[in-house]
Structures are given as C-alpha cells and as structure tokens.
C-alpha cells in the first residue's frame, strides 16, 4: 500500500485526479462518495471517495493470464479528507505474483499480466502530487521516489 499526504484541498484534489485520469485516457469504472451516501441518511462524516481506474489494455493482459485475475483489472485509489481540509491518497497496484485462489497460474504468466512500464509511469503521474512523495507501507520497489514537480503530469497510452 501507498499513501500520499497531497496537502491539496480534498475537493481540488479529486478534480485534478479525474482529469489526470482522463488525460491519460484511462477510464473510471467506479466512483463511491461514502460521505454522500452518509449524508443522504444524515449522517455527516468527513469525505472520502474510492476511485477505481481502468485501462483496456491492462485488463486484457491479465485476464490472458487468468480469467480469476479479473478482480484485479481496476487500480483502486482511496482518496480520505483530513482534519485540514487536505486529501490523502491510498492506492496499491496488483500483486507482482499470482494470488493463491488463482488457479494454476505461472508466476512468469502474471509478471505478464502486470501494466506495462509506460502505463506504471503514467499511472504513477497521476497519483503523485505536487512537491509530494509516496511512503512505503508494504515492499513495492517499483514505485520508490515518486514525486512531480508543480503539476500533475501527463503521458499518453499507445
């Protein structure tokens, strides 16, 4: 798991990572807002919104890997208010080796399956704030030192 503190405002945070997300024509399958299902039973909680990202190409590599391994298609990013107003961001790419319930899947067959190194860069542009890192929480070398200066970067998929 990665978090990032964004010192970002929860609500510009959010904006600015759709349109990252758009720019480098990924798509949104899935966009829960808890603090508005809270609210529509009147209850108020700080905000907090799961963004599930897509990208075709990814998701067919992984289903030729295994049609189990579907559930691991949409990137999931977790953005939480905090008590400043500032939104974090917790997200974690797929597994580097098959799950155990996956059925008879090479590990060399999901190395695979993992995204592409140019979408890892690009997904890592939209999930880097400015001036930010992420933190390690779990062994993920492939993520170490990500930061952008000043802005949300953008590259396109081929």
């Not at 779990?138 to 200066?149: G, K, T, W």
Request: glycine fraction near 6%; aromatic fraction near 6%.
């Amino acid at each position: 798991m990665k978090t990032v503190e964004t010192g970002t405002p929860f609500g510009t945070y959010v904006k600015k990572l759709k349109s990252a997300i758009g720019a480098n024509k990924m798509g949104i399958v899935a966009h829960a807002c808890a603090n508005c299902g809270a609210k529509a039973i009147g209850v108020t909680i700080p905000a907090n919104n799961v963004i599930m990202i897509y990208h075709p190409r990814f998701a067919v590599r992984m289903l030729k890997a295994s049609v189990a391994s579907g559930i691991e298609a949409p990137l999931r990013l977790y953005v939480t208010e905090m008590k400043d107003g500032t939104a974090r961001l917790t997200y974690r790419f797929p597994m580097r080796r098959p799950p155990a319930w996956t059925p008879r899947v090479k590990s060399s067959n999901w190395l695979l399956a993992a995204p592409a190194k140019p979408r890892i860069n690009a997904i890592r542009a939209i999930l880097a704030p400015p001036r930010k890192r992420a933190t390690n929480h779990a062994c993920d070398c492939s993520l170490r030192n990500v930061s952008v200066a000043g802005q949300v970067r953008s590259a396109a998929f081929s």
